[in-house]
């Protein structure tokens, strides 16, 4: 699996962005599918995932609740990341992941996932 991710970019407090997630191929069986961001020198984070599945049933951080949301094309294997009502400390970069299995006790769980894109910088400017 290849996950290329894009759609970072610069923009203001208040506003959207949304970031797109592209995969060669999603897993045969079950999977989660997340997005985490990254902090300069900190570790990486979780920010949203869903299960393939699940019927569209999400799990999020508690900083990004109510203001993001995941969704998928599954017809493009992609999966996208909109980003509503941000903050500066929004400000990192962003990477997408898959986890082949979708352990739901480890959906939050950077060590859990397998695949992972190449990272896409989002900047919030106050």
């Known amino acids: 699996v290849q996950l290329q991710a894009s759609g970072g970019g610069l923009v203001q407090v208040g506003g959207s962005l949304r970031l797109s997630c592209a995969a060669s191929e999603m897993p045969s069986n079950r999977y989660s599918i997340g997005w985490f961001r990254q902090y300069p020198g900190k570790e990486r984070e979780f920010v949203i995932a869903t299960i393939s599945g699940s019927n569209g049933r999400t799990y999020s951080s508690d900083s990004v609740k109510g203001r993001f949301t995941i969704s998928r094309d599954n017809a493009k294997n992609t999966v996208y990341l909109q980003m509503n009502s941000l903050k500066p400390e929004d400000t990192a970069v962003y990477y997408c992941?898959?986890?082949?299995?979708?352990?739901?006790?480890?959906?939050?769980?950077?060590?859990?996932?397998?695949?992972w894109g190449q990272g896409t910088l989002v900047t919030v400017s106050s």
């Open positions: 992941a898959v986890q082949v299995g979708a352990i739901l006790s480890t959906v939050r769980n950077t060590r859990a996932y397998d695949y």
